[in-house]
């Protein structure tokens, strides 16, 4: 029996070998019709014998192309139209529906091609084929066409078109083909914009070896680039970039190459190894090759294998590893073109190597790690972004979700999808948020997407919230919704694990507009997807001097301490942190307190972190966002299994004996270890309150790999499930995706 099906399938399916995959399916089961790009996703029509169609859709999930996922499939008959063979035709133009495919590193077939000095592309530096190479950072519009990519300006040769205009070639409708003749091309250009396109890459690597930072421009964006062996080349980046303690990534040639490094486990080697090639934090060694500047005063360092045949092609060179640190001035985006290269960090490197194919849209490298088994992220970019995540709920509604101020980025929900965007920064400057109203712009022409809602933090003073008030001012018939911010970190992880009931969620983080315009970040929360409860917190404190407390770590000490102690008591105190001010400066930060002169209230574990680093009395200097949670945790030590005291007082953790506690210590490996011990036991307590509910862990402070493992291991001594996110970050990164979350079920059809 004979007939002809009609199939629509969206997910990720362009961009990825889909089309010729389905062509060599068909065709093995001798059925005729055609399949196609379209704004949904591929449509297919298929016409043949009865068995044979039911045998294609049996197999074809079995062996899908590396890159490609399928979310949903309909199937529907339709009239028989008697083809007489299979055709992959051009796209047809619709609503766009279909998913933006990520930049993959390089894969193995090309990496053998371009190893091989028989091959046309042996040494080529933009080598790709469907399943590897650039996609989203050069993409302008959406169906995903090399005519809508900045590889329209470069012309395929006759043997470059042969490949991709055959289904059965790897590089069939590989957008980014190309090759000597008809590709790229790299060059080296200085300050004063004069190119040379000689022997560029043997040139690039002695500036390298000469002990001189320069840049390399990458996938989504350049990099800042010097030998990561050497202390004076590492020290001179690390003073031009004014970045005195925060940690620089590091890029090595291969695996082996971390014996003399870093440990890793099988997880972790599989995570860098990943087609994605994320960042990865690993524990460092005590005898390594680095530098001691990649990653002052921390026991860990972030490490990454090559993801671009360019980057291969310097490393196999220069046989070193090199820092991969993100070209840009602090707090402002990634730099993509060589003219605001030299225009912003002229006084840093006065030499470049680039290429002529432009990058459409910025993208950091992704940062993660494994614990316990677990990947968690704390920077979602290239390789994993954007990411959709396929829901159950549906509503007719467009939603835009405009995340928080740190960490930003956005994620829209249409149809059935939440589409999560690569990172973009924190909106602390005037080019990152008009990056971030770009990347709304671009997804918005990506989509053909105007919103019917849009969701924001509840903080009056956020940039993102201020763009949605703005937006509903042009907009009068656009709804917005002001989400809490803690309630969102908790919907993220509900997003990415699907989950529709009540859990206890744990929201540890540095700030957040708590409901009472306090700045929450300790919160225990009794969470669904409609509503929350606010059924635990740490004892609220003052920061004194706001902003400056967070970036003066004593100061959040100090008001703990006047919260326990009397004036006269702290001025006769010997206690290090106390002698570390004058009397005049105590009597002076006591009028503060009492008098509650810009003094926030927080109830925050991250600056609570601060106090404890404070504590520790190491003579060090915070820089960096975080820096006194990796601090305590390079101090912990596994074999210390005691923790300090704590009393929950109506849902209030109380802390004052803990602190007492630690002023009687004279170890800091004793105070950071009890210190963790004791927020892992917080934890638990809570957890038991609560135990017929699944425990959610969310927030920066969980980026804590030490307290982490601690929380895990007893959550499974107590037979307690919890979640972390696998996929998406555990910090503010992922605060919109929450808020999209929380807008679908409110707005269901």
Known sequence: MKKRVSVDICGLVQGVGFRPYIYRLANSFTLNGFVCNNGNGVKIELEGDLKNIDNFFKSLNQNLPPLARIDSLIKKDIEL??????????????????LIPNDISICKDCLAEMEDSSNRRYKYPFINCTNCGVRY?????????????????????????????????????????????????????????????????????????????????????????????????????????????????????????????AYTDKKEIELLESKERPVVLLDKKDDNILSDFIAPNIDKVGIFL???????????????????????????????????????????????????????????????????????????????????????TKSSKRILALGANQKSNITLYLDGNLIHSPYIGDLNSLETIEYFEKTVEDFKKFYNFTPDIIVCDKHPNYESTKYAKNYKEKNPNVEIIFLQHHYAHALSVMAEKQIDKEVLAFCFDGTGYGDDGKLWGGEILLASTKEYKRVGN????????????????????????????????????????????????????????????????????????????????????????????????????????KSYSFRVVDGVVEYKEMILEIMKEKDSSLIASKFLNTLAKIVVYFSKEYKNLDVILCGGVFQNVTLLKKVMKLLDEEQINYYI????????????????YFATYKKKN
């Open 538 to 641: 740490f004892k609220e404190f003052l920061l004194l001097g706001g902003e400056k407390a967070i970036k003066e770590p004593n100061r959040v000490a100090l008001s703990l301490l006047f919260d326990i102690f009397s004036k006269d008591e702290i001025l006769k105190s010997t206690n290090n942190l106390v002698k570390s001010y004058s009397q005049l400066e105590l009597n002076t930060l006591h009028t503060i307190y009492t008098k509650k002169l810009n003094t926030p209230t927080s109830s925050s574990v991250g600056r609570i972190f601060d106090a404890i680093f404070a504590f520790m009395d190491l003579d060090m200097e915070l820089s960096y966002e975080g820096e006194s949670g990796l601090i305590i945790e390079s101090y912990c030590e596994d074999s210390i299994e």
């Open 137 to 261: 950072t050069i993409i302008d519009s959406l169906p995903y066409d090399r005519a809508k990519t900045s590889m329209n300006k470069f012309k395929m040769c006759k043997n470059c078109e042969d490949e991709y205009k055959n289904p059965e070639n790897r590089r069939y409708h590989a957008q980014p083909i190309s090759c000597f003749e008809c590709g790229p091309k790299l060059s080296l250009v200085t300050k004063d914009l004069n190119y040379d396109y000689n022997d560029v890459i043997n040139k690039i690597v002695e500036k390298i070896k000469d002990g001189e930072s320069v840049a390399i421009k990458g996938v989504g964006g350049f990099h800042l680039v010097c030998d990561a062996t050497n202390d004076k080349a590492v020290h001179n980046l690390r003073d031009k970039k004014q970045r005195l303690t925060k940690p620089f990534a590091v890029m090595v040639d291969k695996i082996s190459t971390l014996e003399n490094i």
């Open 725 to 740: 996110q696998n996929q998406t970050s555990l910090n503010d990164g992922s605060i919109s995706l929450g808020q999209a």
């Open 306 to 392: 090559p993801y671009t045949p360019l980057h291969i092609l310097i490393l196999e060179k220069l046989k070193k590893p090199i820092v991969a640190t993100s070209a840009n001035i602090s707090s402002e985006p990634i730099i993509v073109d060589e003219v605001e290269l030299f225009s912003k960090l002229s006084h840093i490197v006065d030499i470049a190597l680039t290429y002529d194919r432009d990058i459409l849209h910025r993208c950091d490298d992704s940062v993660g790690a494994v614990v316990d088994g677990q990947t968690i992220f704390y920077r979602l970019g290239r390789g994993y972004t954007p990411i959709s995540l396929y829901t159950k």
């Open 81 to 98: 139209k008697n083809d007489t063979e299979f055709l992959i035709i051009n796209s047809k133009t619709t609503n766009i529906k279909t």
